[in-house]
């Protein structure tokens, strides 16, 4: 899920945060498959600030027009401005993890 947000919205924690690299491509992935290889990532302008616990969202920044694209369907434009990036969670019981592909 990516949701747009108010640059003053953004927890001051998430601009300490290292720039996540870019993929062999260029993207930015902000999943990819495990069993497929597949990912959906973000092609364009921008940094990806990943937090280390995997439960907690990413943070995408995009100073120009951009596209989340997927092998498997239509890209998705997004236009510039900050977004929250939350992975599907599931409830295992015992615990909660990141839904893997």
Do not use: C, K, N
Not at 12 to 22: D, G, K
Not at 53 to 62: E, I, N, V
């Amino acid at each position: 899920m990516i949701i747009p947000v108010a640059e003053e919205s953004v927890p001051a924690r998430v601009h300490t945060l290292p720039a996540a690299p870019r993929d062999a491509r260029g993207r930015l992935v902000l999943a990819l498959g495990e069993a497929t290889g597949h990912a959906h990532a973000v092609v364009g302008q921008g940094t990806l600030l990943r937090d280390a616990d995997p439960l907690r969202p990413q943070h995408l920044q995009l100073t120009s027009a951009a596209r989340v694209v997927h092998e498997e369907h239509d890209a998705i434009s997004l236009p510039p401005g900050w977004y929250r990036v939350v992975r599907q969670r599931e409830y295992v019981p015992g615990s909660v993890r990141v839904v893997a592909d």
